[in-house]
């Protein structure tokens, strides 16, 4: 395998970090790129294990760090507009020079939002979607009073900081994550007033812009999930326009799908679905 990361330079000069592995011989599966997208607070390098698994199985696998999150600039998980990361997934497309008939995109949780509003507006750039315990409606709760504070600093002083209010412990049930979580400096734990209503936003594009999904859609819900709304990711998929989708409930399992116990098998069911859709070239030619 071979595997490099950098920096990247965004539209208004943002430096993105990314990750980039690719198999190390020559191979015709090599044409096939997975574009993975982090969730908030986090970062790419907490999918460094799915990255090299599906190496394994012949994918060019890239894994940027949103802006404002992990070794990406920019303020920490604060964003003006939610469009800058669209922007940014634009300026990856752009460098890697990414086959759009040859290309997946899967998102986590708030990385699933990012994914989601890409595919309305640039379903030309892809052939697939995978969404992991998408961000499609919030299950931790937040008090009328701080949303309200929230919505006047996000117009007055919109870097405000507001503590994150999901335990770690509801992340995912494993332990051995568990610490590695609590010690990784690069995890935040709080985001912007800005962010949070740019977020809010987006959120209402996805579901008023549901029919605008045309591609494969695969969704992995967590069925034990305290972030996001387990139920949401099933009523939305019932109003998206694609004629090929399908959605997975794992029950028992907590949000990070791929940081649970049994992620190879959770891994294992978004590599068969995708190999149908984008298969190698030697399984083509075969």
Not at 116 to 140: E, I, N
Request: net charge neutral; charged share 20%; aromatic share 10%.
């Amino acid at each position: 395998m071979r595997y490099v990361d950098f920096h990247l330079a965004a539209h208004d000069a943002t430096k993105l970090f990314v990750r980039s592995y690719s198999p190390t011989e020559t191979h015709p599966s090599n044409g096939r790129s997975l574009v993975i997208v982090h969730g908030t607070s986090e970062h790419g390098g907490r999918y460094d294990h799915v990255a090299k698994a599906a190496v394994e199985h012949g994918w060019q696998v890239i894994v940027p760090d949103l802006r404002g999150h992990g070794r990406s600039d920019g303020v920490p998980v604060h964003v003006d507009r939610f469009d800058r990361y669209l922007l940014d997934l634009d300026t990856l497309w752009q460098y890697f020079e990414l086959n759009p008939r040859r290309t997946a995109l899967l998102g986590h949780s708030f990385g699933g939002l990012v994914c989601t509003r890409y595919a309305q507006t640039r379903s030309h750039r892809m052939a697939t979607l995978t969404l992991m315990s998408p961000l499609l409606g919030l299950k931790v709760e937040v008090d009328s009073f701080t949303l309200l504070i929230g919505k006047l600093m996000s117009r007055l002083l919109p870097t405000t900081r507001f503590r994150s209010r999901v335990p770690a412990e509801h992340t995912t049930s494993n332990p051995e994550v568990l610490a590695r979580r609590a010690a990784d400096p690069l995890i935040h734990r709080s985001v912007t007033a800005r962010w949070f209503y740019q977020m809010q936003d987006a959120l209402a594009e996805v579901w008023q812009h549901a029919t605008a999904i045309r591609l494969p859609l695969l969704v992995m819900q967590a069925g034990s999930d305290f972030i996001v709304d387990p139920l949401a990711a099933d009523l939305w998929m019932k109003t998206v326009g694609s004629s090929d989708r399908h959605i997975e409930v794992l029950a028992d399992h907590y949000h990070e799908l791929f940081n649970e116990s049994d992620w190879p098998v959770t891994f294992s069911l978004v590599m068969d679905w995708l190999e149908t859709r984008i298969p190698s070239m030697t399984a083509s030619l075969g």
